[in-house]
């Protein structure tokens, strides 16, 4: 679904108004769609490890059968379950707050090397996220690479994504020609599900992990994401301000937000992307699936 002209004009209007300085983008599995400027920009994006560096590795862990969700980290030896109840699980981790510094051990022993080093090796690089490091223990990246990594997410080749809605045409004022430009992946290709290169993150973990994992029990929880409003998954800092990223399968669109000041925007801002209406109105989430 591409965003229409006068939305992207209303979402641009939204930000300026209220946070002028705040760094945003919009797209699907074509590309952005509109966005801020300052594509190029190596930012901090500190508040989105789990979800940029964590998540995705794990999920190259469980693809090739080295990491079973469900199998107590005792049984990866004693340095992967330090610090943890006995029968822990990596999907308790995945599933509850508070668990990513003991899955970042666990990952850092499967992999046997640091956090920062898997992501790059096993996603960034294959993406094509030349710029996004782990620096001083801090995570940084350009708005670019952001958009390689979410419409990776998005890509009929890549995970849980139905036939996406055909891209802007060059003369659409939506169209990405505006928006940032991503550099092109590691496999020499600017399609991310480009086959002459393999996918880093599988259809099937991503469609797992945007499902409720935590049963009846509230909040409700995917594998690191959350579900919000209009069948939206969101990840996003604890803090306010800090970065917040959307993904729609249903919309084919994806979003993510760098507010520069405190205040409701990342609301306002995922309601003005995703409503039916565009909107900045409250709703519960609906047609989220469960595990």
């Known amino acids: ?21 705040a760094v945003w983008a919009v797209g699907g599995p074509d590309g952005p769609h509109a966005c801020s400027g300052g594509a190029d920009e190596v930012l901090d994006v500190g508040g989105l490890t789990a979800v940029l560096a964590l998540w995705p590795t794990v999920g190259t862990l469980v693809d090739e059968g080295a990491l079973r969700l469900h199998t107590p980290l005792a049984a990866y030896g004693d340095e992967a379950a330090a610090g943890t109840s006995a029968g822990t699980t990596a999907h308790q981790l995945l599933t509850h707050p508070g668990g990513t510094a003991a899955l970042t051990r666990l990952v850092e022993h499967l992999c046997g090397s640091t956090l920062a080093q898997a992501a790059a090796t096993r ?15 801090a995570l940084r990246a350009p708005l670019a690479d952001l958009a390689l990594f979410l419409r990776h997410l998005l890509h009929p080749s890549a995970p849980s994504a139905p036939s996406p809605a055909s891209p802007a045409s060059p003369a659409s004022p939506a169209s990405p020609a505006s928006a940032p430009s991503a550099p092109s992946p590691a496999n020499g290709s600017n399609d991310p599900g480009d086959a002459s290169g393999p996918a880093p993150l599988t259809r099937a973990w991503t469609a797992e992990s945007l499902r409720i994992r935590t049963g009846e029990l509230t909040p409700a929880r995917g594998l690191l ?8 998954w969101t990840h996003q800092a604890s803090a306010d301000p800090g970065p917040a990223v959307w993904i729609s399968p249903r919309h084919h669109r994806w979003a993510v937000l760098l507010p520069a000041a405190s205040g409701p925007l990342r609301t306002t801002f995922r309601e003005a992307v995703f409503a039916p209406d565009g909107s900045p109105r409250s709703a519960r989430s609906g047609g989220v699936p469960r595990a």
């Open 1 to 21: 679904m591409t965003l229409l002209s006068d939305q992207a004009d209303a979402v641009r209007a939204l930000v300026e108004s209220a946070d002028p300085g």
């Open 123 to 137: 996603v960034w690089n294959p993406l094509g996220m030349t710029r996004t490091r782990i620096t001083d223990g």
């Open 225 to 232: 994401w959350q579900p919000a409003p209009h069948g939206v």
